[in-house]
């Protein structure tokens, strides 16, 4: 090749590199990646995995991957960047066997400087595949199943036609690899299985039917093992039913918004137009194209199929589409004569710069779990209860929390998902038990499960803050998630009595976070929006710290406030103005309340008449 030729290619992966990364770390890791990376560092991936609905290729490298380059998210997502970025070499190399399969069939020519083209053509088209780039973006394994797909198919060209024993092997090994990945690429298995029934002929024929029997027993073991019990696990329930909105979504997501244009161009990839003048040309039907359109047909038609007896359709689970996609679009593009083929391949560059088809909004786990992580304390109990999912929330609070482990944190960490989903006999006997084993619960709640609060109110339990988030659900309307916190505490014995009926009923100082921590309750509703003042003061009495605020960051005024309603109000401390820092030495901390009309400050003095009241006393070192 030219160095021409070799700059278009480069410029080509640089661009794929660049969409793939750009915009990388957006959004938080959702249910599905945080299923990933549970299942990848759970102790046992066999018995993990007896619960799910996949095989395990794919969590066994990914640990081995996280242990080498970290578990932060930008290092999870890589693990699916990197095939996605080789997929771009394969489908270069796919593209070349099989021109050279055909020119090897009928005119024994090397190359020609038109076949290198289209096989760059082909990976510009996966290089901007929204689905390939989204994907890219996740901790999930489709890129994977993109590369491997693509892999079999090199190898299983390249040996039909050179009846290569290497070949062999690798295209075996890679179809071994593609089921040990997903299931439902077996289906490429079926492809290859009928394209060598359909067209080739007495040894080759034999040969790969003996492959793809190869590779179905090599899964056998692992079916034995654990595949029986995956049948009608929680994946399943995730699938949808085949309708017009589902086709709709499969058609903008993997043709985009042009799929009629898309569609023109994959049916003129389907011939080869010889061209002999202006206006005359020859049709002409290589048998290679049966293995394309098999490869993008029966996929779907066996999808629909077995959807109606185990259903598993997403339209994501069609990914093994992105590479017969990209090629039949090259091979159409390929067809048409300069200079309408240069416009459109603009195009369809300019558009696959500048929309998204295959893209969805994901709930920002990243700030729900941080905003507890935030606030919770040693000794407090975290349940989860996600509709779909909360492995995302475990990964995160390990993260967040001090030490980065919830058991060296002293806090407990609970899904309640998990524990009904897996052990639905002791469940009801396990959530009462784990919850009177603390004083504070909380809980990040997107679910229809009542079961929590029924045992949070038999076990005295009273709500003590409600933080909302609400999650842009598209089509299906806004999500509200919540953060709940509930605390046991004896309301009779306050640790002050304000004048205008506040009672504050315990405070703690988080000297790590440099926070004050208060519940409160009023006897009866209040009639004023009071202010909240924690102090932190020096031995001398000197303000070294403080922060006013309306109660539970603003969100609670006092006015708002139900006759015995429990309050909880944390206050981060900020240093006051001209004080260098927190000196060594003791500091007491205070609480006080107040009016603010206009203004003027109204303090509320205590029932004994004291303007404040000394919570704790601290020492700084």
Known sequence: MSNSRWVLITLILLFGATSRILHINDQSLWVDEGYAYYHAHYPNLIETLARDTHPPLYFGVLRLWSELTGKSELALRWFSVLPSMLSLAVIFQLAREILRFRYDKQTRRALSLKDLSISMLAMLILAIADAENFLAQEVRHYTWVVLLVSCSMWFFLHWSRTQNRRSYGLWIAFTIALVYIHYITAFIGVVQGIYALLVQRGKIRRQAIIGLILGGLALLPWLLLVGVRQLGNDGANWSVPLSDVVIHDILFKYFTEQWVFIFALMCLGCVTLLYHGLDSYRVKFHRTTILLLLWLIVPFLLTVI????????????????????????????????????????????????????????????????????????????????????????????????????????????????????????????????????????????????????????????????????????????????????????????????????????????????????????????????????????????????????????????????????????????????????????????????????????????????????????????
């Open 306 to 621: 077995v959807n109606e007896l185990l259903p598993f359709l997403q339209p994501r689970r069609l990914t093994q589409w992105t590479p017969v996609i990209a090629l039949l679009v090259a091979f159409g593009l390929s067809n048409i004569r300069q200079p309408i083929r240069a416009i459109l391949i603009a195009v369809l560059l300019v558009y696959g710069v500048t929309h998204v088809d295959f893209y969805r909004v994901k709930p920002d786990w990243r700030t729900i779990s941080a905003l507890t992580a935030r606030y919770v304390m040693p000794d407090d109990l975290v349940l989860t209860d996600i509709v779909g999912g909360d492995y995302q929330m475990q990964y995160y609070l390990t993260r967040e929390l001090p030490n980065d482990t919830l058991l060296d944190d002293g806090v407990q960490y609970e899904s309640l998902k998990v524990q009904r989903d897996f052990y639905p006999a002791t469940y009801h006997e396990w959530l009462p038990r784990v919850i009177d084993a603390h004083d504070t619960v909380w809980m990040m709640y997107w679910s229809d499960d009542l079961s929590a609060f029924g045992w949070l109110d038999n076990l005295g339990f009273k709500e003590s803050a409600h933080f909302h988030y609400i999650h842009d659900g598209g089509t299906s309307g806004d999500v509200i998630m919540s953060i709940f916190r509930f605390d046991r505490i004896d309301t009779s014995e306050p640790i002050a009595e304000f004048e205008n009926g506040m009672h504050l009923l315990s405070a703690e100082f988080d000297k790590e976070d440099f926070r004050v921590d208060l519940l409160w309750t009023a006897p009866e509703p209040l009639d004023r929006d009071y202010t909240i003042s924690a102090k932190l003061l020096n031995a001398n009495g000197v303000l070294v710290a403080q922060l006013d605020s309306q109660p539970q960051l603003n969100q609670r005024p006092t006015k708002t406030w139900q006759a015995n309603e429990l309050i909880y109000s944390p206050h981060d401390l900020q240093i006051s103005d001209g004080v260098l820092g927190i000196e060594a030495g003791e500091y007491q901390i205070v609480v006080q309340v107040y009016l603010a009309v206009n203004s003027e400050i109204i303090n509320i003095p205590i029932s004994n008449g004291d303007e404040w009241i000394i919570v704790d006393t601290v020492t700084f070192d």
